[in-house]
Nanobody, 117 residues
């Protein structure tokens, strides 16, 4: 099994930077894809960005242009970063992973990001 631990959320100012981290442990070799989703208050969860084990990257509409997803294989960590936060980026950010033959893990609690204007 795989466990994910998200960190890096909090109260941040609009226009400022954000760096979220997702550390994976367990059966790392079974991970095909890792990514970040977010859920603004009262809205549905939406994709921000994905990165595959081969390094391919896909951005959702919410992540295209302002967010960057990256990974550090030595640390089993995937990052989501931006330098241009907006109030509409407020929400709970979730990390998830798709495992070979098993699909995505159950959703965790995520990390709250509140962007103040």
């Amino acid at each position: 099994q795989v466990q994910l631990v998200e960190s890096g959320g909090g109260l941040v100012q609009a226009g400022g930077p954000l760096r979220l981290s997702c550390v994976a442990s367990g059966s790392i070799s079974s991970i095909n894809v890792m990514g970040w989703w977010r859920q603004p208050t009262g809205k549905q969860r939406e994709l921000v960005a994905l990165i595959t084990s081969g390094g391919s990257i896909q951005y959702g509409d919410s992540g295209q242009g302002r967010f960057t997803i990256s990974r550090d294989n030595a640390k089993n960590t995937v990052y989501l970063e931006t330098n241009t936060l907006k109030p509409e980026d407020t929400g709970v950010y979730y990390c998830n992973a798709a495992l070979r033959d098993l699909g995505y893990l159950p959703w965790g609690q995520g990390t709250q990001v509140i962007v103040s204007s």
